[in-house]
């Protein structure tokens, strides 16, 4: 019985596929943030080098990647795809589950798949150092790998939240030579402000957003990194469905179901695109393609489609995406890489002409599938990677309940081994179960001046 | 925050005979509870729990006889100050005495053992003076200002640094109708009590719930920003709903509910007919409770305002129930108990509850306090 399934080096792919092409009408533009009108590539080139400008407003169809590129994702690509029968087994279900393994690379997520070009591309315009923010850490730490093969600085802002939760992916970056500070800081004008308001906030993904432009903004030799959500990350992480569409189709498979969490919605863009590319064009329009989210934050599943900052401090261009507001601080859930209040535009798209679905489920009910899972398959995930696993086992019972054989694919998008800490609040049974009070929340808004 | 120097010590002697054979409590029933055979225990309780505070630099005041030198002679705690001496049999107006004589020696905290009843006549002498803490030996203990048994004393009052003190609620049980299995629960005051930030560590990895009042003032400014115009908002009793008023500048009853509509105080301390004649006047309405006591009750029948009828008439949709992470972290269930089991079934397995702006919580309602747990699977 075959149980991983793997690619040569040889047969990474070459090019990254670029699903703008394949959209049945353009994407929105990104709005300038002060004047309102469509973003030009010169809104952009102040913290952003031309190449990956390039790439996010690109519509060919695919990409090449980077020899220099190639060569460092040798390190751990391609990644394994695993035959989950251990857990087929476990829930007895008619059900074949597939899932795509990042947590091989050396930070131990798939964020390394886009870190190392987007290093490469900066290096190559002079760029000396790249500021970013992390949530959970795994883009922080995948930046800081990636930065230290290029010979690069690398300042992290890192979600305080996070900071303290997860000690131990600071000081993998600092063994990669980044620095790193618990967000909000001292160190910016966007960070004084909000800890003047608030001293003791948990910070969130948007303010730590807001700290690492502005500091890239304002110093030259400095260019901003962002681990998800904009287009050209979601296509450097397309590796991802790539690589699994051909291990599945060496074994004569093709997803039913294709499932991923969404943060920003990088590895969701990264699993899923090439696939929903494939729904688009017409090769196979029944496939399902599902977004997970937390309850806590359920950007897809309750928040508006709408143009919205990327960031706290309203410093980002506007997007059109899925959003609870740029000002909404979600709940400190563990899946801290999910605590980000809008998405990225290509999903939101996809989600909103109904090419993909989203659900949102209840963090308790996420450890418990992780639990399942790695009692089961060994490999004690990410809690951001166990959402995925909640609804790849919940579409795996409702198969034992149909008696439907669907081959489901989920993204396993790294290990847990940072996260222990959330796995000891889960066996306490301290862990909340947040919610979002939607109608609350749009009753609060709706008395809000109007603004832009 | 003051450190923690002079400690007023009572006990009420007979708290807890009545559970022992079965009275589910033992107000006016002391000679009933022990021509059946009950024996006083509260003093041994008090006395392990004072065991953990010896050798530290305490003075204790306290009372005579078995409302406290005798825990305290138990305990080997030598040199304290007896300022106040029970007439035999004691009886609860000697308890608040007892409390009124250890304020005017200027203590820091009053520790007391006892059940609901003792607590409640301990909040009538001492107030939101000085902190409250309860040594767990009653019948019935719904009120939150109890450790969780006489061990873990030691653990919640600190041996040196300043007490950190939280609200908690003292909660008022008929004990005629408890017998019936009835439960009534009436919120009787709000006391501080010494907090242990270090007994509920994995909450504290979260800084958002550091605060409680953080918390409240962040649930009261969400909830008064998303009042609809046009609604009526009765606002239950209890501190996290004052926070709502307090944010719309409103003055509110602590214990009782009040009506806001467009943001005016419309109703203060209503009862059922008058909250039903206010219903009568709006089209729609709000009922914001907070969650109240240590076993989580949201909604406990016999309020006297609570009726099914007014819940029906509000809709059972249309509650709002709020609540600080920290107290929703040290209450695992919620609990509803409206005295119509139909209406009981209408709020489903959870409860959403508000835990601060634009942010809550899901919480899995039990059916009766001390009913069983759905199965843990976390083993």
Known sequence: M????????EEMPRRWYNIQADLPSPLDPPLNPKTGAPATPGDLSSIFP???????????????????????????????LFRARRLEEY??????????????????SHKPNTAVPQAYYNRQEGIERLATETGAGQWGSALAFATAHFEMDCTVYM???????????????????AQCHPSPTTLTASGRAVLEKDPDTSGSLGIAISEAVEDAATHANTNYALGSVLNHVCLHQ?????????????????????????????NFGGIAFPFAGDKLTGKHPDVEIVGVEPAACPTLTKGLYAYDYGDVAGLTPMMKMFTLGHDFVPPAIHAGGLRYHGDSPIVSRLVKDGTARAVAVYQNDVFEAAQTFARTEGIIPAPEAAHAIRTAIDVALECRRTGEAKTILFNNTGHGHFDLASYEAYYAGTLPDYDYPEELIRAALARLPKVG | MSDLRKIGFVVNPVAGM?????????????????????????????????????????????????????????????????????????AAPDTRAACRAFLERGVDLLLFCGGDGTARDVADAVGRAVPVLGIPAGVKMYS??????????????PADGPLRCTDAEVIDVDEGAYRENELRTVLHAVVRTPTAPGLVQSTKQVCEEADEDRARTAIGAFIADAMLPGVLYILGPGTTTGAVARHLGLEKTLL????????????????????????????????????????????????????????????????????????????????????????????GPYLQVVTGYGTAQRKRLGTRPGAAQAPDRRR
């Open chain 1, 2 to 9: 075959q149980t991983k399934i793997h690619l040569d080096e």
């Open chain 1, 50 to 80: 031309a190449e990956l400008i390039r790439q996010e407003m690109t519509t060919e169809r695919f990409v090449d990647i980077p020899e220099e590129v190639v060569d460092i994702l040798r390190l751990w690509r391609p990644s394994p």
């Open chain 1, 91 to 108: 829930l007895k279900t008619p059900a074949r589950i597939y899932y795509k393994y990042e947590g091989t690379s050396p930070a131990g």
């Open chain 1, 159 to 177: 979600v305080r939240a996070s900071y303290e939760q997860k000690p131990y992916r600071k000081m993998m970056m600092q063994v990669w030579g």
């Open chain 1, 238 to 266: 397309t590796v991802i469905g790539l690589e699994a569409r051909e291990q599945l189709a060496s074994v004569d498979e093709y997803p039913d179901v294709v499932i991923a969490c969404v943060g920003g919605g990088s």
């Open chain 2, 18 to 90: 009545g559970g022992s054979v079965g009275l589910k409590g033992t107000d006016g029933l002391v000679d009933r509870a022990r021509e059946l055979g009950a024996r006083p225990a509260a003093t041994v309780r008090a006395a392990a729990a004072l065991r953990q505070l010896a050798g530290r630099p305490l003075r204790f005041v306290t009372a005579g006889g078995e409302m406290g030198e005798a825990a305290l002679d138990a305990a080997g705690i030598a040199g304290y100050d007896c300022a106040y001496r029970p007439t035999l049999p004691t």
């Open chain 2, 144 to 157: 939150s200002v109890f450790a969780v048994d006489p061990g873990a004393i030691g653990a919640v009052l």
């Open chain 2, 256 to 347: 009782g509910f009040d009506a806001v509509l467009d943001g005016r105080l419309v109703g203060a301390d209503l009862n059922e007919s008058t909250i039903l004649a206010l219903l009568e006047t709006a089209d729609e309405a709000r009922l914001v409770l907070s969650v109240i006591g240590a076993q989580g009750f949201v909604l406990g029948r016999g309020t006297q305002v609570c009726t099914p009828e007014v819940l029906r008439r509000i809709g059972p949709g249309r509650l709002l129930f709020l609540g600080t992470p920290g107290k929703l972290a040290r209450t695992p269930l919620l609990h509803v108990d409206t005295g119509d089991p139909l209406l009981d079934g209408a709020f």
